[in-house]
Nanobody
Framework: QVQLVESGGGLVQAGGSLRLSCAASGATFTYYHMGWFRQAPGKEREFVAAISWSAGVTYYTDSVKGRFTISRDIGKKTVYLQMNSLKPEDTAVYYC????????????WGQGTQVTVSS
């Protein structure tokens, strides 16, 4: 059973940086894509970024391209989201997620970590 534990959220001023971490366990992640999603108050959860575990291919939503970087450390089984040039509209609960390469649906989720960007 896949388990995901996020850390690294917090309060930061606009223009600042944060790095989120997601410790993964319970599977052979070679066959997975790992993703970050976020949910702001009153809004639906939205895709932020994803990475294929084995090849390291990355995907981003347009609003974070050039500011956020997703990466993974295979040995530590950890996925990172480096967030730079943060904006107040990046404020949300950020969730780590996982899906099998053969499925479009993310089926495993972490508990979420709060990111608050003040103006």
């Amino acid at each position: 059973q896949v388990q995901l534990v996020e850390s690294g959220g917090g309060l930061v001023q606009a223009g600042g940086s944060l790095r989120l971490s997601c410790a993964a366990s319970g599977a052979t992640f070679t066959y997975y894509h790992m993703g970050w999603f976020r949910q702001a108050p009153g809004k639906e959860r939205e895709f932020v970024a994803a990475i294929s575990w084995s090849a390291g291919v990355t995907y981003y939503t347009d609003s974070v391209k050039g500011r956020f970087t997703i990466s993974r450390d295979i040995g530590k089984k950890t996925v990172y989201l480096q967030m730079n040039s943060l904006k107040p509209e990046d404020t949300a609960v950020y969730y780590c997620s996982a899906r099998l390469n053969t499925s479009p649906k993310y089926h495993a989720w972490g508990q979420g970590t709060q990111v608050t960007v003040s103006s």
